[in-house]
């Protein structure tokens, strides 16, 4: 609803929900050794700003490490510089990738690995 003053009574109110959100605040790293843990993911990123998550994903089967994890940072400009200066370093002995996640709906250019039956 418009104010008298033509501004929104409470902007948040009418941002959509889902596909057009910004997700800069959440990054993709990969490459990730398979010896690297939660905590030092977290450890490598933490001097660009507050981190709610940071997190490895893991095989569900063997617990093992798929070699990529997630980075949530609290402001987007944080994340932004984390991108700028971790991207093509080196974590754990390999160079790793960092960018912003994607929705899991959103990724284009995958093929599954599935076969038709």
Not at 8 to 29: A, D, R, W
Not at 52 to 73: L, P, Q
Request: aromatic share 8%; net charge positive; glycine share 14%.
């Amino acid at each position: 609803m418009l104010l008298r003053t033509g501004i929104l009574e409470n902007p948040l109110k009418y941002v959509k929900k889902g596909g057009s959100e910004s997700m800069t605040k959440k990054l993709f790293v990969g490459g990730l050794s398979w010896e690297t843990t939660d905590s030092d993911l977290k450890e490598a990123f933490a001097s660009y700003g507050e981190i709610t998550e940071a997190k490895v994903i893991r095989d569900r089967d063997t617990g093992r490490s798929r070699g990529f994890g997630f980075v949530t940072f609290v402001r987007d400009e944080d994340a932004k510089t984390a991108i700028s200066k971790m991207h093509g370093t080196s974590l754990d002995g390999r160079n790793i990738t960092v960018n912003e996640a994607q929705e899991k709906g959103s990724r284009q250019g995958t093929f599954g690995g599935g076969r038709n039956r």
